[in-house]
């Protein structure tokens, strides 16, 4: 990215889909331009409460594991905080990891918000991929064959996410002169998705234009 802007891509693993909604796992990458900085960021995080059996067959983390590995969760958004230093945060449905789970947590708490909300690699993914048809992380691990990286882990996924950007999403995004990170957050939220693959063929990007999300 020409800004080289330093951002940060987030996963969370949680206790389930119904609120409140507890992360039990918080993983990190922070990203200057399009390369990773530094060393990841991964905590998990013990609230004492139970795990559904539904929640474990996606991330396999028990309660018991939870109280030996987690860590007080106010002391790891804490950690959070600083490792992510006020940068705006990016995560593959940053609808979940940001609306529904790390904001109403922070809340519960009484901690404050991380950093600033960035844009969605899930929504991004639908257009610099149009066609796929299903655009879960294993599902574009698959298709670009990327590396091993454990599924439903939250530093796994992160590390697929930084994956994407550099062999698969930088090279649709730099010939379309998108190349700074608030021209990548307008495109990932640019209606209709038509309208995109234009983009990426050579029509001008208009950045004036305000577009909703989808």
């Not at 991380?114 to 992380?137: D, E, H, I, Q, S």
Request: proline fraction near 7%; include cysteine.
């Amino acid at each position: 990215m020409k800004d080289a802007i330093n951002w940060v891509i987030v996963d969370t693993e949680t206790d389930g889909l119904c609120a409140p909604i507890h992360v039990v796992e918080l993983a990190a990458q922070r990203m200057q331009g399009w390369e990773p900085v530094g060393e990841p960021f991964r905590m998990f995080l013990n609230h004492n409460v139970p795990i559904p059996a539904e929640a474990f067959a996606v991330h396999g983390y028990t309660r018991e594991y939870l109280r030996k590995h987690g860590q007080d969760p106010r002391a790891v958004h804490a950690a959070f905080a600083k490792y992510a230093e006020g940068c705006p945060v990016v995560a593959h449905n940053l609808s979940y990891d940001w609306n529904r789970c790390l904001q109403p947590e922070w809340a519960r708490l009484g901690a404050p918000t991380v950093g600033r909300r960035g844009f969605c690699t899930l929504t991004l993914a639908r257009r610099l991929v149009p066609g796929f048809g299903g655009y879960r992380l294993d599902a574009l691990k698959q298709r670009f064959g990327l590396s091993t990286s454990r599924s439903h882990e939250a530093l796994g996924d992160v590390f697929t996410v930084v994956e994407l950007f550099r062999k698969i999403y930088r090279a649709r995004l730099e010939p379309a002169g998108l190349v700074t990170f608030d021209a990548i957050a307008a495109f990932a939220s640019l209606t209709p998705i038509a309208k995109c693959a234009a983009i990426l063929q050579g029509e001008p990007f208009p950045m004036g234009r305000k577009s909703r999300s989808r």
